[in-house]
């Protein structure tokens, strides 16, 4: 099946698939089915390809995972012949190599872009979805695949008057395709999460003020990006099967040692040590696995976070914005950030702190940003403010499953799956990195990937046994919504108001929504489930 990306077409079809976004996991999805020979039709609601990658192009976007480590692994030549040039690669940087997979794969003729779509409904008597999209394309398919992404679905805060102000708003998930200057603005950010650690140390190069809005402060720590050498790309690319297994074995989708002592068990000296360590590393999952307990017990955590503050302290030269910036809820429990000069910034004399929590937020004003002590007045706002996370994007369409089941009202009191990837009462609906499975704890293209093979080879079975749906039980949802529960209970995750949580978005429900217990023993879980004739899910 053949679709004319540019021009997308209103016509009633029927395809095997229908996939929801066309970013890392929708891209994946549509090579390996089309290599079934199924035919699927991915709808964008962006111009392009990349997801995450195409929509977040604020000044300083990076990720947070290793180039050589957060890339495909599927095909070895890509792998052997992609030329990644920074440790750290830049949104731009990681947005080229997703229009490389869609060029390589010839992926974009099976794409619709500009098109959201609104609805899906489960047709029982033809057991297909019926698809539909703001275009008005009505589509059938046997399955339902949402590729929708854990953070795509932006939230602005909660003031009123945002639509008052009289400058330039720019909100950093939905930035601009063409640069901005900001050379003689004054500029205010809101938001203090990784979004807003990255923009902050750049717009603050030409603004000619910056003044940041923090409710909540991040832990950070410092990136140290740079060029990647040709010595380390080539042992990589050496070992790269090695290091995939490694991977698909470990935590958090990159591989680390495996911590063995306490961090109540070892000295002073040698628990500081050990930090120091992980902060001149420049990885996250250094730090997050310096010690056994670190993301369990309370005293444990603390010393991490008296030695963070320590360093806060050490670079932030004025005293009070020092202990503004000092986060008080255990390390980790919040996703901690990667930053280029984050701290640092904050010594520059036109860069301003204003603590939330000292003087809440009050409304945007036709000039600035009111809060409950002044008004600041700006030419530009930023919102950094985060998404309304893992399920936003997926109830955000109107998804009716058995008996005109709605997702959302059946998740309203917080996500139902089984393994993240499948819902009662919605069969042949397949969520990549849905809420349940590791997703946003873990290196994602590790976990799409095997998702995506997951699913590709349950069709596959599903096609050669000649069975028509798939559905999870909910015994099966019930007993793995209750074991991703009791994990988190065993953590200090539930401690912090944080999205995991969807504590960042008023009214939804708290719940710790990811799998936290690693990327390695899930991927064993689910091959369990597969070699079990598909355990817990009913097939028909
Ligand atoms: O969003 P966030 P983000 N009034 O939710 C504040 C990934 N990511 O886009 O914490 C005032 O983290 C909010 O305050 P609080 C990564 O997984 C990765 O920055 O809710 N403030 C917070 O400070 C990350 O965790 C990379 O109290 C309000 C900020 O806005 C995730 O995406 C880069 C407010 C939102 O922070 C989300 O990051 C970027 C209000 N009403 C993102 N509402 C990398 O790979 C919200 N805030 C490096």
Known sequence: MSVNPQEPSTKTRT????????????????HKLRQQNLTAVVFEAGTGVGGTWYWNRYPGARVDVESLAYSYSFSEDLEQEYPWEERYPTQPEILKYANHVADRFDLRKD????????????????RTWLVRTEHEDAVTARFLIMATGCLSAPKLPEVPGIEN??????????????????????????????????????????ADSLTVFQRTPSYSLPARNRRLRDDEIAAMRENYRAYRKAQRESGAGVPVEVPTKSALEVSEPERNAAFEAAWESGSLVNLLSTFTDFATNQQANDTAKRWIHGKIRDIVQDPQTAEDLCPDYPVGT?????????????????VHLVNLKRTPLVEVTDKGIRTSE?????????YATGFDAMTGALTNVDIRGRDGLSLKETWSAGPRTYLGIGSAGFPNLFMITGP???????????????????????????DREGLRTIEATPAAQDDWVDHVNLLASYTLYPRANSWYMGANVPGKTRVFMPYCGGVGEYRKKCDDVAARGYEGFELA
């Open 111 to 126: 794409i619709v872009f500009r098109t959201r779509v609104t609805s899906a409904a489960w047709a029982e008597d033809q």
């Open 165 to 206: 102000f009289k400058g330039t708003s720019y909100q950093t998930s939905r930035w601009p395709h063409e640069q901005i200057d900001f050379t003689g603005q004054r500029v205010g950010i809101i938001g203090t999460g990784s979004s807003g650690v990255q923009s902050i140390p750049v717009i603050a190069e030409t």
């Open 436 to 462: 349940g499975s590791p997703s946003v704890l873990s290196n994602m293209i590790v976990s799409i990937e095997q998702h995506v093979d997951w699913v590709n080879d349950v069709i596959a079975h599903l």
């Open 15 to 30: 395809v095997d698939a229908v996939i929801v976004g066309a970013g890392f996991s929708g891209l994946y999805l549509l």
């Open 374 to 382: 002044q008004e600041h007045e700006f030419d530009v706002i930023v």
């Open 334 to 350: 919040k996703r901690p950030c990667l930053d280029t000069n984050y701290y640092e910034t904050f010594n520059e004399p036109h």
